[in-house]
């Protein structure tokens, strides 16, 4: 069965900063299961998020995609800040706000992570046991070992690093926070370098609320963040949806090997983008995870 959906705009606070969100609601009475919602780095609620909070409510499930802090039509400062610490602390307190509201069994509380939002999704699940489900979609799971992999090796790294600490005290002493963009295919400096489609593509993840800058500070926190320790402390049923043709599956393989509780990785087919927008690839992995939810929360 497919439910009608409608939306409504909400704000929570999350340690002091006003965070804006969209709820997703399907056409059911009383209180009912529901799950957090959240991107890949740098963007805002507008975008994959977006896509997977109306089909988990499509599944009868209450969906909330929100802007963390520093992002979007959120509060926080500074903007563009990829800080791990911040997002999961935000995450935190968007599962709070379910937890709150009136249609919500505080129960009921699943979690879905599309891509970055995936470990800070999953290390909030790990010490979180209002999450009783979680669900990972390409999910992107870094260690160091793969960040050198990524970023350059040694170099590349230690280039990154210290770039975002010398902005980050320059920041601190008083001056405007610095910026590269998010994605280019001209500046060698962007966060992410090269021909990424979706978020160049104004038909696909270029959406107006969508700011093309990622905080040069954030290197170092980005660059350290390793979700994989908290696998071992994850109890909650989780699935895993990827693709070998997507970014890094090692990691994924990783995580999933490492959970404590029950889990599924389920191997499709697919480019990481393909994931975050496409709609037979959509319809794919919301199904799975919509079928997950629908079981772990009953």
Known sequence: MTHTVRTERVTFDS???????????PDIQGRGPA?????????????MAAVYARRMAEAGLTALAFDFAGFGESGGEPRQLESPERKIRDIHSAVTFLARHESVDPGRIGALGICAGSGYTAVNAADDPRVRSLALVAPWLHDAALVRDIYGGDEGVRRRTDAGLAAQKRYESGEAAQFVPAVSTTDPEAAMFGPFDYYLDDRRGAVPAWDNRFAVMSW?????????????????PTVIVHSQEAAIPHGAEKFSGAL???????????????FYDQEAKVAEAAG????????TLA
């Open 15 to 25: 340690a002091g900063e006003n965070l804006v969100g969209t709820l997703y609601r």
């Open 35 to 47: 799950v957090v919602v959240t991107g890949s780095w740098t963007t805002v609620k507008e975008q």
């Open 220 to 236: 170092p926190q980005w660059l350290a963040f390793d979700p994989h320790p908290a696998a071992a402390r994850i109890t909650a």
């Open 260 to 274: 404590g509780g029950p889990k599924n990785l389920v191997w499709t087919s697919g480019t990481q983008f393909d």
């Open 288 to 295: 799975i995870v919509a079928r997950h939810f629908t079981q």
